[in-house]
C-alpha cells in the first residue's frame, strides 16, 4: 500500500504491563458520512489508557489502539458534515469506551465529537482536557447539579480528574475541599481549592462535615465511606462506575444520593469546556509530555499514581 495512505499508531498484540506497547503502522482511515478525519497533534494518556492496557477492560482482547483525548486539525469531512472544514483546529473525546484510537497520527470520529479548539491555548493544553473535564463536568454539573455557595469534596484533588473539578467546581462558585498528600497542597490552593486535607495524616470521613457534592475518583472503600459526609439530600458521585451494592444501600439509609457514571461523548459539553478555557477559568495542569513512540514511558509514568495534572502524547 502507497505510503502516503499508512499511519504510526501505539498498538499491543497481548495484555499486560507498558513494554507490550509498540509502534505499528496501519492504514490510515477515511471518514465516513457525518465523521472527521483528525490529524493528531496531542491526545492526553489517562488512567483508563493503562487499565484497558493491562486488563482489557470494556475492550476485551487486543489487538488495539488506545486513546480518548483528540486535539488536532482536520484533514477531511466526510459527507454531510457541516460544522467542520478541512484546516480547522479542534478538540473533543472519542466516543467512550468503543471509539477509542487516539494514539495515532490520524483518527476519524463522528463530528458531534468535536468542538472548535479555543485559540488561546496550544494543542497539549487542548488534548490534555477533554476526557477528564468532560467527566468532571458532567459528574459536577449534570449529576449533581453543583450550585453557588455549596460545598463539594473532591478526592485525588491534584490528579488529572481532580485538578479539572476543583477549577470546574469554583466557576461554579463552590466551596471546594480536597484530598492530596501534604506536598500537593500548595497546588491545590493555586487552583482554588479552600480546603486542602492531607488524606495520609487525615480520616476525611472524621474531619469532613456537612458537604453537598463528594466526586469520588477512588472508588471501592471511599464511594462508601464519602457518603457519611454529606448533609441531608447530599451526593456522592463515583466515576468509577462498578462496586459494591453497599454504596446504594449506604445511602438509602442515610437518606442521601449515591451516583456511579460513565463519561459521555458530548458536544454540548465540549462547548461548555471550551467557554470555560476562553474565560480564563479552566486550564490543564500538564505533568509531562512524551513523543508518540515513547507512549509506553507515558504509561509507566501514569502508574506511579504520583503525577499531578495530565500526561500528553504528542504527535510530530
Not at 457525518?34 to 496531542?42: C, F, G, K, S
Not at 483508563?48 to 477492560?57: E, L, Y
Not at 463530528?111 to 472548535?116: G, M, V, W
Not at 451494592?245 to 456511579?260: P, Q, W
Given at each position: ?15 499486560g504491563?507498558?513494554?507490550v ?6 492504514e ?5 458520512p ?9 491526545a ?26 483528540v ?8 459527507i ?8 480547522d ?5 472519542l466516543?467512550?469506551?468503543f ?9 476519524t470520529a463522528p ?6 479548539k479555543?485559540a ?8 490534555a482536557?477533554p476526557?477528564v473535564?468532560?467527566?468532571a463536568?458532567?459528574?459536577?454539573v449534570?449529576?449533581?447539579?453543583l450550585?453557588?455557595?455549596?460545598r ?10 481532580g485538578?479539572v473539578?476543583v477549577?470546574?467546581?469554583k ?6 475541599i ?18 486542602p ?6 480520616d476525611?470521613a472524621?474531619a ?11 472508588g ?9 459526609v ?7 458521585v ?6 459494591s ?16 457514571m ?8 465540549m ?11 479552566l ?6 509530555t ?20 495530565k500526561?500528553?502524547?504528542v504527535?510530530?
Open positions: 500500500m502507497d505510503d502516503v495512505n499508512m499511519m504510526r499508531a501505539i498498538s499491543q498484540d497481548v495484555l504491563g507498558p513494554e506497547l509498540k509502534e505499528v503502522r496501519l490510515r482511515p477515511e471518514p465516513r457525518n465523521e472527521v478525519l483528525v490529524r493528531v497533534r496531542a492526553g494518556v489517562n488512567p483508563t489508557d493503562w487499565k484497558h492496557r493491562a486488563n482489557g477492560g470494556f475492550l476485551g482482547a487486543p489487538p488495539f489502539v488506545l486513546g480518548w483525548d486535539s488536532g486539525v482536520v484533514e477531511a469531512v466526510g454531510g458534515v457541516a460544522a467542520f472544514r478541512p484546516g483546529e479542534v478538540f473533543g473525546m466516543s467512550y469506551p471509539g477509542h484510537g487516539s494514539h495515532a497520527e490520524y483518527v463530528a458531534r465529537t468535536f468542538t472548535h479555543p488561546g491555548i496550544d494543542h497539549v493544553q487542548a488534548g482536557l476526557l473535564s468532560l467527566t463536568w458532567q459528574a459536577l449534570e449529576r449533581a447539579d450550585r453557588q455557595g455549596q463539594v469534596l473532591i478526592h485525588a484533588a491534584a490528579g488529572g480528574v485538578h473539578a477549577q470546574i467546581a466557576a461554579r462558585g463552590a466551596h471546594v480536597g484530598t492530596a498528600s501534604a506536598g500537593k497542597h500548595d497546588f491545590l490552593r493555586s487552583i482554588g481549592v479552600d480546603e486535607l492531607d488524606y495520609r495524616e487525615t476525611f472524621e469532613v462535615k456537612d458537604v453537598d457534592v463528594v466526586l469520588d475518583t477512588i471501592g472503600e471511599t464511594s462508601v465511606r464519602s457518603l457519611r454529606l448533609r441531608p439530600g447530599g451526593v456522592v463515583s466515576i468509577l462506575p462498578i462496586g451494592d453497599d454504596f446504594y444501600e449506604e445511602a438509602e439509609r442515610l437518606g442521601v444520593r449515591a451516583v456511579r460513565l463519561v459521555d461523548a458530548d458536544r454540548s459539553d462547548r461548555e469546556i471550551a467557554g470555560l478555557v476562553e474565560a480564563g477559568g486550564r490543564a495542569t500538564i505533568a509531562q512524551f513523543p508518540l513512540a515513547d507512549a509506553a514511558r507515558a504509561h509507566a509514568a501514569g502508574e506511579t499514581g504520583r503525577t499531578t495534572g500526561l500528553v502524547l504527535v510530530d
